[in-house]
């Protein structure tokens, strides 16, 4: 049974960074695409980033596009995202997914 976990979520002062991670288990995870998605209160889960199984591709919302960074290490089964420059805007919890699998979320609260 695969499984994917986030973790890295924070309260962070609008213009801060974090960096979050998924951690993937159980299927062969170097062989998918992976994404992060992001649901705000009230709205509905949002796509973020994409990136290939071999890391070369890359896409992003229009409304992160410049500010954060997809990246993976399939010799890790990891996939990050590195947010920089972040604003009250991008408070969420942050899920990533990959094949069917999808995980618990993590919080990403931007306040000052």
């Known amino acids: 049974q695969g499984k994917l976990v986030e973790s890295g979520g924070d309260l962070v002062q609008p213009g801060g960074s974090l960096r979050l991670s998924c951690a993937a288990s159980?299927?062969?995870?170097?062989?998918?695409?992976a994404s992060w998605y992001r649901q705000a209160p009230g709205q509905e889960r949002a796509f973020i980033a994409r990136?290939?199984?071999?890391?070369?591709?890359?896409d992003y919302a229009d409304s992160v596009k410049g500010r954060f960074t997809i990246s993976r290490d399939n010799g890790k089964n990891t996939v990050y995202l590195q947010m920089n420059s972040l604003k009250r805007e991008d408070t969420a919890v942050y899920y990533c997914?990959?094949?069917?699998?999808w995980g618990q979320g993590t919080q990403v609260t931007v306040s000052s």
């Open positions: 997914s990959a094949s069917q699998y």
């Open positions: 159980g299927f062969p995870f170097s062989t998918y695409a």
């Open positions: 990136i290939s199984y071999s890391g070369y591709s890359r």
